[in-house]
């Protein structure tokens, strides 16, 4: 995860050719916005279009990914099974990403960039296959032919042997997963050979679609930390060093959602980019698909904290843009986004007197039902 929670909003990229598959977003932004100043200047409409158009992207994977995350804790497949953040995950988490970021730094300091490129997108080219495959999957399952037979399939590695076997990878697909990952695999392809920005548009959608459903939050105090504290890694890193600098022009993967300055000119060769790192999609939007969840534990065929942050988020992102735009300099787009995302929906439930109800929600972790389950069945058996 420390890879998806680098990211600012950039203004725009010069990328030569060997550069075109830049894909971080973690620069204050500086030398490129100097670089663009002098060759190249977006038209207003341009403009305009490139940043509704990332707004518009940013708001897809939390809508559905917040929708998704409901239910997705009731699948039966533990690959589909959500991964809980505690307390103590939050307050590690901007520790181990700063750890991370700079590791990268130093290994860019190092060694070769050609090789370690290399190596992340191959990582990735296999990540993002099974993100976009599970990503269409619901769809599929709408349009699939229904006299078409589907047909079962397990991938499973095991290590060791008789009592000490362990599995290692179990992986559950249908006919219907097939195809999606044969078209998922088409996509990946076409990014490594092309490293154009509608593939990569394609994985980081699904990543953070992927990311906002599979990754939940116990409990509101436990966002708060996490928004909190990457919150000031991420004004750290953008305006304290140029470690982000450094890792943005050399970091090569579909961590981030683009989209050209220049397309009403040039079309889809378009060059000049517009960006936002999936971190600031992300880490939002698992704070609000939490407010979603609690929603529906309130029982009152309501969603007002789930509007009430969703809208914090286009607000927050707005003013994002429009001061990046205002003073031409790249934004850590979470400075804006988590005050907007934590203070609109705490003011609503203090005036709803709804507050202490609120921080007392707590959500089970898969394991912990798993393990409440196991000893209900043995006390059934005991009995």
């Known amino acids: 995860?420390?890879?998806?929670?680098?990211?600012?909003?950039?203004?725009?990229?010069t990328s030569p050719p060997a550069l075109d598959g830049l894909n971080a977003t973690d620069s204050?932004?500086?030398?490129?916005?100097?670089?663009?100043?002098?060759?190249?200047?977006?038209?207003?409409?341009?403009?305009?279009?490139?940043?509704?158009?990332?707004?518009?992207?940013?708001?897809?994977?939390?809508?559905?990914?917040?929708?998704?995350?409901?239910?997705?804790?009731?699948?039966?497949n533990s690959s589909d099974m959500p991964e809980t953040i505690t307390g103590r995950d939050a307050a590690r988490f901007p520790i181990i990403a700063s750890c991370t970021l700079f590791g990268?730094?130093?290994?860019?300091?190092?060694?070769?960039?050609?090789y370690i490129n290399l190596l992340?997108?191959?990582?990735?080219?296999?990540?993002?296959?099974?993100?976009?495959?599970h990503t269409m999957s619901p769809f599929m399952n709408r349009i699939f032919p229904a006299n078409i037979p589907i047909k079962q399939y397990q991938l499973l590695f095991t290590q060791g042997s008789g009592e000490t076997k362990e599995e290692m990878v179990n992986y559950e697909f249908d006919t219907k997963d097939m195809i999606c990952l044969v078209i998922s695999t088409v996509v990946g392809v076409w990014y490594i050979l092309k490293k154009h920005w509608i593939a990569n548009n394609l994985f980081g959608l699904a990543f953070a679609l992927n990311g906002v459903e599979l990754l939940h939050l116990n409990n509101i105090s436990t966002g708060c930390i996490l928004l909190g504290g990457l919150f000031v890694y991420?004004?750290?890193?953008?305006?304290?060093?140029?470690?982000?600098?450094t890792v943005?022009?050399?970091?090569?993967?579909?961590?981030?959602?683009?989209?050209?300055?220049?397309?009403?000119?040039?079309?889809?060769?378009?060059?000049?980019?517009?960006?936002?790192g999936l971190g600031d999609i992300?880490?939002?939007?698992?704070?609000?698909?939490?407010?979603?969840?609690?929603?529906?534990?309130?029982?009152?065929?309501?969603?007002?904290?789930?509007?009430?942050?969703?809208?914090?988020?286009?607000?927050?992102?707005?003013?994002?843009?429009?001061?990046?735009h205002t003073f031409k300099h790249a934004q850590p787009a979470l400075l804006y986004l988590v005050p907007a995302c934590i203070g609109f929906p705490l003011v609503v439930a203090l005036l709803k007197g709804e507050l202490t109800e609120?921080?007392?929600?707590?959500e089970v972790s898969a394991e912990d039902i798993a393990a409440k389950e196991g000893t209900t069945q043995v006390e059934k058996k005991d009995k």
């Open 358 to 362: 609120m921080f007392r929600y707590e």
């Open 120 to 133: 992340l997108s191959m990582y990735f080219f296999v990540l993002g296959i099974l993100a976009l495959a």
């Open 1 to 13: 995860m420390a890879d998806i929670n680098q990211g600012s909003v950039l203004p725009s990229e």
């Open 28 to 76: 204050n932004g500086t030398d490129a916005v100097n670089a663009t100043v002098a060759k190249f200047v977006a038209t207003p409409e341009g403009t305009a279009l490139a940043y509704g158009s990332l707004v518009f992207m940013a708001l897809l994977p939390i809508f559905f990914g917040a929708l998704r995350s409901v239910s997705c804790g009731k699948s039966k």
């Open 282 to 324: 992300v880490i939002p939007g698992i704070f609000i698909a939490l407010l979603l969840r609690f929603d529906v534990s309130l029982k009152k065929n309501t969603r007002t904290y789930f509007h009430t942050s969703f809208l914090a988020y286009i607000f927050g992102l707005g003013l994002t843009i429009w001061v990046m």
């Open 104 to 114: 990268l730094y130093l290994f860019f300091k190092i060694f070769s960039q050609e």
């Open 248 to 276: 943005a022009k050399s970091f090569e993967a579909p961590i981030k959602l683009v989209f050209p300055q220049d397309l009403l000119e040039k079309g889809l060769g378009a060059s000049q980019f517009a960006m936002l």
């Open 234 to 245: 991420d004004v750290f890193w953008v305006f304290g060093t140029n470690v982000m600098v």
